[in-house]
């Protein structure tokens, strides 16, 4: 499975955008990019995921690389309910019928009042 | 009421000792997964199941075995419990991408804490 890699940690000031980088160089043609968070004491829960195009949902963007090869999170205005652990995840197309999500370590997002 | 609800939340035990970890869920998934997180560390894939006759490895299976009871239900068992299986698991379903235009995206419950002394 391909890697990601992402910041360790990262801080926002309330109501500013966030944006969280994540690297995926050898990201393959068929793999999507996905993204979920974990608030303290939680199971992870579903951000955002996209293959090519940007995307946009109620509670982020995802901006992708035109190669591919990096994507950025973004948050329009950060709450500080939006700390948490985010994490970027490739999820191969071959994969994708069985749910099958490799995890990294994640960026912890700290928000500040 | 949580659509993916897992029993015990917290369990404490002794080395050897044989320990179950109850997942059921409402969401109609035929898809479950056993997750754990150790501290610092993302998650890893235990064991999943696309449905109640299909049961899968993941990346760390040894030490542990399931059970898919029904399409609701996805046990997971520690036969001899051992101290380096002290973490939080984590119960997770999800439907077929691409089903209904459904992203695949996983369900989590809150999590099962489990220390073994």
């Known amino acids: 499975d391909a890697k990601t890699t992402q910041p360790n940690s990262m801080e926002s000031n309330e109501e500013e955008p966030v944006h969280l980088p994540c690297n995926h160089s050898?990201?393959?043609?068929?793999?999507?990019i996905h993204w979920y968070r974990q608030l303290p004491s939680q199971g992870p829960e579903y951000v955002i995921h996209?293959?090519?195009s940007n995307v946009n949902n109620r509670m982020a963007s995802l901006a992708i690389a035109e190669d591919r090869k990096s994507s950025t999170l973004i948050l329009h205005r950060a709450t500080l309910r939006d700390a948490a652990v985010y994490y970027c995840i490739l999820r191969a197309s071959t994969s994708g019928n069985t749910g099958k999500l490799i995890f990294g370590q994640g960026t912890t997002l700290q928000v500040k009042p | 009421d949580a659509d993916v609800t897992q029993t015990p939340r917290n369990r404490i035990t002794k080395t050897g000792k044989r320990i179950m970890l109850e997942c059921s869920q409402t969401?109609?998934?035929?898809?479950m997964y056993w997750y754990r997180q150790d501290p610092g560390l993302g998650l890893r894939l235990i064991y999943y199941?696309?449905?109640?006759?299909?049961?899968n490895k993941g990346e760390i299976s040894d030490g542990y075995s399931v059970s898919r009871q029904a399409q609701a239900k996805f046990s997971l068992s520690l036969e001899s419990a051992i101290p380096n299986q002290t973490a939080l698991y984590f119960c997770?379903?999800?439907?077929?991408?691409?089903?209904?235009?459904?992203?695949?995206?996983?369900?989590f419950g809150e999590g099962s804490r489990l220390t073994v002394l």
């Open positions: 969401k109609g998934h035929d898809r």
């Open positions: 199941s696309f449905d109640v006759k299909d049961i």
């Open positions: 997770a379903t999800s439907d077929l991408q691409g089903r209904g235009g459904n992203t695949g995206e996983l369900f």
């Open positions: 050898t990201i393959s043609g068929t793999d999507y």
């Open positions: 996209g293959l090519t």
